[in-house]
């Protein structure tokens, strides 16, 4: 085997990727982490963004998007543990621009009983998908 990684992503509903990767670059809380093979052994929560994954042996590299969650590096595996996972070829530009105006109506309607917090978050996962939509489109 080359010199790769075990990288697992994995939603509450499904396991989005398995598989043997070059290296793993994805949204830490402080800022991105690059994750390559005998990495250092690592435990930390992620931000809403685009976990860019170089498979071993493709030229493409696979994108899933994640909502949050905890990374943990061991020497030879990659754990990704997603609050949501969500493939980069199954994001809906249209669905996550109708999610960000519904959250950005919520808190400007003064009238409205809402949880800011979870107005604020749902903001930002829209707005990381829709990054990831546009970065993803200029590479094609």
Aim: aromatic share 4%.
């Amino acid at each position: 085997m080359a010199n790769t990684i075990h990288v697992d992503v994995v939603s509450a509903e499904e396991l989005i990727f398995s598989g043997e990767a070059e290296f793993v670059v994805l949204p830490g809380e402080l800022g991105e982490l690059g994750i390559l093979p005998k990495h250092a052994p690592l435990i930390t929560r992620i931000k809403p963004g685009a976990v860019r994954i170089k498979v071993s042996g493709k030229e493409e590299e696979e994108y899933v998007f994640v909502a949050g969650g905890v990374l943990e590096v061991q020497p030879h595996a990659v754990t990704v543990l997603a609050d949501t996972a969500i493939r980069a070829k199954d994001l809906d530009e249209a669905k996550a621009s109708e999610a960000k105006k519904l959250a950005e109506d919520a808190i400007l309607n003064r009238e409205s009983q809402i949880d800011y917090a979870k107005a604020q978050a749902e903001i930002a996962m829209a707005v990381a998908q829709l990054a990831m939509i546009k970065k993803l489109r200029r590479k094609h």
